[in-house]
């Protein structure tokens, strides 16, 4: 099954990979020409947070997971190997400031529109978080209330697109220190003001309880803005680029 991983980066102070005419932008395109050369790499999202400036993203789309571990297990090495000629490093590893998380999530729709969709300049993520044992009942309780809420946002006036799905792995629990599971959201906005305006009107009020109630959740945390970069592998190493944005980071009280 189609898969997007996600990687969460914490920048060193100063480095600027969003800006190709700098050392950092040079490196990660190269790494981004690498991914889109590997078998099964569709495409790829990146750009910094806003609230959290020193955290940067990077999106890629593969046909299977599979895809992504031999990428990760070969010379095409996603975060920390040399470039396809084995001359030219492309690791990014210069720019963290301590290790990357990275997860996978097969989401529905795939491809993710709400963030490769030109028509969505805005992207919200909503990250919500439940123990490790939860039940396979409850699972399939979340995706049918999940897919309902996100069918209620995508009436006239609301969000353009979205996406929904579990994350694979286990994952750290924000401010917790334990691990859970994780259902990822993603919605594609005209503008910050359009997603603010949608979830004040009466129809999302009288549906949120779909998600505000959901059994086991722990956590939530939703985000917001940045400028996003999109490139898509075309007839296997040429691609195209599109400017997008991308808010991922401004985190709202447990539940």
Same mark, same amino acid.
């Given at each position: 099954m189609t898969v997007t991983s996600i990687a969460i980066i914490r920048l060193k102070d100063g480095v600027q990979p969003e800006d190709p005419n700098t050392s950092a932008g040079t490196l990660l395109q190269g790494r981004v020409s690498e991914?889109?050369?590997?078998?099964?790499?569709?495409?790829?999202?990146?750009?910094?947070?806003?609230?959290?400036?020193?955290?940067f993203y990077l999106l890629?789309?593969?046909?299977?997971l599979q895809d992504h571990v031999d990428f990760t297990t070969n010379r095409y090495g996603y975060l920390t190997k040399l470039n396809i000629s084995g001359k030219t490093e492309t690791d990014l590893s210069p720019l963290f400031n301590g290790a990357p998380?990275?997860? =996978? *999530?097969? &989401?529905? +729709?795939?491809?993710p529109n709400?963030?490769?969709?030109p028509m969505s300049p805005v992207a919200e993520i909503v990250t919500i978080y439940f123990p490790s044992n939860l039940s396979t009942e409850s699972q399939h309780k979340i995706v049918s209330n999940?897919?309902?809420f996100r069918s209620v946002l995508a009436d006239p006036g609301g969000c353009n697109a979205s996406s929904g799905g579990w994350i694979m792995e286990e994952v750290e629990v924000p401010g917790q220190g334990n691990k859970g599971r994780a259902f990822v959201m993603i919605f594609g906005w005209d503008s910050i003001e359009a997603h603010t305006e949608c979830v004040k009107t009466p129809r999302v009020q009288e =549906? *949120?309880? &779909?998600? +505000?109630?959901l059994e086991g959740t722990t956590r939530w945390t939703v985000g917001l803005a940045a400028e996003l970069f999109t490139r898509a592998a075309i007839e296997g190493a040429s691609?195209?680029?599109?400017?997008?944005?991308?808010d991922l980071a401004q985190e709202i009280p447990e539940m």
């Open positions: 991914i889109l050369t590997s078998p099964g790499a569709q495409r790829c999202y990146w750009g910094r947070a806003i609230e959290s400036a020193d955290l890629v789309d593969w046909n299977t998380t990275v997860y =996978h *999530v097969e &989401l529905t +729709a795939f491809p709400a963030i490769s969709k999940t897919g309902k =549906h *949120v309880h &779909l998600i +505000a109630e691609a195209q680029v599109e400017k997008r944005q991308l």
